[in-house]
């Protein structure tokens, strides 16, 4: 029912800087808790940063201090600001939305239901 789309995606060379953006729609009838998570080819999907149900985000110990998170609450729309990019940063990009009331682990890929269709970050060295 929810739907997600990312956008913003693209290359940049090693310490620069991309934003991301996450656009909800469709009927959303309880407080959803939003977060960004990436995957590599060959490896496992991981949490770059979820948010609560206090809109207080969490960062993974990898982007903590380069990433910054920020959720326009009327539109529904969630950003990723990505600075000081390194080309461990490469993979794809996913937005992810559950409903508060059912997120156990908020860094859990499986607690998630709706998931936009990915945009494609590639940086360089």
């Known amino acids: 029912q929810v739907k997600l789309v990312e956008s913003g995606g693209g290359s940049a060379q090693a310490g620069g800087s991309l934003r991301l953006s996450c656009a909800a729609s469709g009927y959303i009838r309880r407080q959803l808790c939003m977060g960004w998570f990436r995957q590599a080819p060959g490896k496992e999907r991981e949490g770059v940063v979820v948010?609560?149900?206090?809109?207080?985000?969490t960062y993974a110990d990898s982007v903590k201090g380069r990433f910054t998170v920020s959720q326009d609450n009327d539109k529904k729309i969630l950003y990723l600001q990505m600075n000081s990019l390194k080309p461990e940063d490469t993979a794809m990009y996913y937005c992810?939305?559950?409903?508060?009331?059912?997120?156990?682990?908020?860094?859990?890929?499986?607690?998630?239901?709706?998931w936009g269709q990915g945009t494609q970050v590639t940086v360089s060295s």
């Open positions: 992810a939305a559950e409903y508060c009331y059912r997120v156990g682990n908020r860094f859990g890929v499986r607690e998630y239901s709706a």
């Open positions: 948010i609560d149900s206090s809109d207080e985000p």
